[in-house]
């Protein structure tokens, strides 16, 4: 396995081409008390950074404010590859995945946040673009970006 790892390796092109399709990236941060705390989130990618946004508390937030360090992973399966498989254990999947490590910041500066937003209503709700986000909203949402210090991005087929 390990030798496949330095050979499949996926194109920058074809990492920003997963980055910008799926949409559930997992955040894994640092607890305080030591262990790791992983969570699926919804996130845009755009100027080579990640952007995530939630509630103002909690423990992501918390971990974000004790350590910066942070891994950020995205995968797909796009299936089982068992024709002519025998033996359960000769069964393997067709995957691409990307890993970031990245240092985690909390976005206060009220435009930063509003296009962060802005691209997640794009992404998500593009039936509401054009519309205006309230200040309020803006203001009350936590925005977590992730600048990209490292990413590997695999692939199997």
Partial sequence: MR???????????????????????????????????ILP??????DNKIYMHGLPKGK????????QNVCFEVDEMIGLLYEGV???????????????????SLLSEFDEKYRALSQIVSKFTPHLVGRELPEKMVKGTAVIKIDI?????????
């Fill in 60 to 67: 992501k937030i918390d971990n974000v404010k004790f350590n």
């Fill in 86 to 104: 025998e033996n359960p254990c000769d069964v393997n999947t067709e995957f691409n995945s990307v890993i970031i490590e990245g240092k985690a």
């Fill in 149 to 157: 210090l490292n990413c590997v991005g695999r692939y199997y087929k």
């Fill in 41 to 46: 989130m919804h996130y845009v990618y755009f």
């Fill in 3 to 37: 030798h496949r790892t330095k050979t499949h390796l996926l194109t920058k092109d074809e990492i920003d081409e997963l980055l910008l399709r799926s949409e559930v990236g997992r955040l894994g941060t640092i607890s305080e008390d030591g262990f790791p705390y």
